[in-house]
């Protein structure tokens, strides 16, 4: 399948399917034309690339780890992909973590400023006095 197709098929954009391409995630064969062409399993690829992103990992981070999907029965890789694994999930939970803390100090925040909001609806009007 040509590029446009893949796209269509997958949701993702031809630049950033070229992307893929330039950061070795992807591969293609080329026409005589010089047009990009995919092979049907480019589907499936691209939704595990794209789950990866949305995961948070860099392009540099995801070929490290797709060589164990393409490559599953070689012990080096395996073990080189499970560590980029574990330091991927250390990095989200440091994220998570960071993530947490900022919502806690917002809701600090909410919490005087609403008491702030409650004070000033149930403070009495000021009495004009005469001048």
Known sequence: MRIGELSQRTGVSPR????????????????????????????????????LFDAGMSSRVIATVLPCVD?????????????????ERDRIDADIAHLIEARDALDVLIGANS?????????????????
């Open 115 to 131: 008491r702030h909001r409650a004070e000033l609806t149930t403070a009495p009007e000021p009495v004009a006095r005469p001048v």
């Open 71 to 87: 490559v599953p029965g070689d012990l080096g890789v395996a073990e080189e992909t499970f560590a980029a694994m574990m330091r």
């Open 16 to 51: 950033s399917l070229r992307y893929y391409e330039e950061q070795g995630l992807l591969t293609s064969s080329r026409s005589g034309a010089g047009q990009r062409h995919y092979a049907d399993a480019a589907v499936q690829r691209v939704s595990l690339i794209r789950q």
